[in-house]
């Protein structure tokens, strides 16, 4: 039987806003994290064999670029409705869902390893694409409901973690199972054997999803989670939720300047195996590396900025700061690429990936705290909307600047963008109102078990003001709560 770890309500109190954590919740966070891993890197198995491919199958590199832009295609009209499936349905059913479309795609591959059927890999990558949209709205929503309020920023980085994980898998494992051979009999087999692998891996991790993950503790793991299941939303209509986000003011300003972000990290992705070739011809498999330091060293600070974010609640400065670092790594490495060396197109590519890739769970817990008691589906599907509107463009965008005016045209292109993105995150309001509400159900439990407070209901019912006049669109400024 799964043991507790540890209460935050002392050992004989009766209320009924008890909080738990359950030691299978680290088993639900990583089974998530290897089902994430394996369909990120399923993104990239064409893109950093841009070149390889486009002789294989004898198509424009333009073509192997929207076979990868796929991933973002799929998720803008498909984002709604699986952020529905998740509100009203849950963790469990969005979870198995998307891990049986995962393996699905990664079976269509298989087949696709002959020159004349591009169209099948075509069909393949778009099933995975479809199989991404149950998987990048889940981290936040997995770490409020079993994790407790120290720990939760810690559990999202690392359910990023598996997204990112697989990127750099991406990044490496393709380039050195598909060597850049002429014989293309020889070069399907290759093919065919990566794609074997991903499918198998695939297979697995969803098996071992049907049989343990599950939807939530029994007890939950926090205040604002007890409050949130004992005070359902009054509307839980799903258009007044995306409408209330709408007008959320400092939370729109978060998902623009959160896709500007993320869709430059995508268009550098899709497009590192051009940029690197251009100046550096033979060196896929390095091109690769690059992509794997860049990775690695965002993952260190993914894991950093929800280490820090637990300890100190300084979502804004933290959020401008890490921001501001990832222009200024976007720079560094726009001038130094042309340099010659590859030495320093690591060094640069593993600073870039640090704030760069480390935003990404910033972006989310800040989005949770911006739009509380709101579902942490819906905000983070909403971000990761703008983050693939974005990279779509981007992609396309730098691609085109890059066949015209060379790579530093492209990369500067980004530049410009990420500027633009940290003035606006600047001015972006905080207002945290998830740690209100964990900090109003302390003190009035300390009243309520001081005799303040004479009746659970009574306590109950304040505990839930936050809720209800935010609900209702009559929260006051005295309710908001600014870091500096």
């Given amino acids: 039987m799964d043991q507790t770890e540890c209460s935050?309500?002392?050992k004989g109190e009766t209320s009924p806003e008890a909080a738990r954590l359950y030691k299978r919740r680290w088993v639900m966070l990583f089974l998530f994290y290897f089902y994430s891993m394996s369909n990120?890197?399923?993104?990239?198995?064409?893109?950093?064999?841009?070149?390889?491919?486009?002789?294989?199958?004898?198509?424009?590199?333009?073509?192997?670029?929207?076979?990868s832009l796929s991933y973002m295609f799929v998720y803008v009209p498909f984002i709604?409705?699986?952020?529905?499936?998740l509100d009203k349905h849950g963790l469990r059913v969005t979870v198995l869902s998307g891990n049986a479309i995962n393996a699905i795609g990664a079976w269509i591959k298989v087949g696709c390893a002959s020159p004349h059927l591009f169209w099948v890999a075509v069909v393949g990558q778009t099933v995975s694409a479809l199989a991404q949209v149950f998987i990048i709205g889940v981290p936040s929503r997995l770490a409020s409901v079993w994790f407790g309020p120290g720990e939760v920023s810690t559990a999202c980085s690392v359910g990023v973690f598996g997204n990112q994980f697989g990127i750099a898998l991406g990044f490496l494992i393709p380039p050195v199972l598909v060597p850049n051979v002429d014989d293309i009999d020889?070069?399907?087999?290759?093919?065919?054997?990566?794609?074997y692998i991903s499918a198998g891996v695939a297979t697995a991790i969803f098996i071992l999803v049907i049989f343990v993950f599950e939807e939530q503790p029994e007890i939950p793991p926090s205040q604002a989670q007890a409050q949130a299941r004992k005070f359902p939303p009054q509307n839980p209509s799903y258009t007044a939720s995306i409408l209330r986000l709408l007008r959320?003011?400092?939370f729109m300003l978060?998902?623009?300047?959160?896709?500007?972000?993320?869709?430059?990290?995508?268009?550098?992705?899709t497009l590192l195996n051009r940029m690197i070739i251009d100046r550096y011809p033979g060196a896929e498999v390095m091109a690769g590396r690059i992509g794997l330091t860049l990775v690695i060293t965002g993952m260190a600070g993914s894991l950093i900025c929800g280490i820090w974010l637990d300890k100190t609640k300084t979502y804004r400065i933290t959020t401008f700061v890490i921001y501001l670092l990832s222009l200024v790594g976007m720079v560094v490495y726009t001038f130094t690429l042309d340099l010659g060396h590859l030495w320093v197109v690591f060094v640069t590519g593993g600073l870039l990936g640090l704030f760069q890739t480390g935003y990404l769970p910033l972006g989310f817990e800040y989005a949770v705290e911006l739009t509380y008691p709101e579902s942490e589906g819906t905000s983070s599907g909403l971000l990761n909307c703008s983050a693939q509107i974005f990279g779509i463009i981007f992609t396309i965008a730098q691609g085109k600047i890059m066949d015209r005016w060379g790579t530093l045209a492209g990369n500067i292109f980004l530049c410009i963008f990420l500027l633009i993105g940290t003035i606006m995150t600047g001015f972006i309001k905080s207002d945290l109102r998830r740690q209100k509400a964990?900090?109003?159900?302390?003190?009035?439990s300390k009243k309520a078990t001081e005799g303040s407070i004479s009746t659970p209901d009574t306590l109950n019912d304040k505990k839930n003001i936050l809720r209800t006049d935010y609900l209702n669109g009559t929260a006051s400024t005295s309710n908001r709560n600014t870091d500096t």
Wanted: hydrophobic letters at 45%.
């Fill in 8 to 10: 935050s309500i002392p």
């Fill in 40 to 67: 990120s890197y399923q993104w990239l198995q064409y893109g950093m064999l841009n070149n390889i491919m486009t002789k294989f199958y004898k198509v424009e590199s333009f073509a192997i670029d929207m076979v």
């Fill in 80 to 85: 709604f409705p699986v952020m529905w499936l």
């Fill in 186 to 195: 020889e070069l399907a087999y290759h093919i065919r054997v990566m794609f």
């Fill in 248 to 250: 959320n003011k400092p």
């Fill in 254 to 269: 978060l998902v623009v300047s959160y896709g500007v972000n993320v869709g430059s990290f995508y268009s550098i992705s």
């Fill in 438 to 444: 964990n900090q109003q159900a302390k003190v009035q």
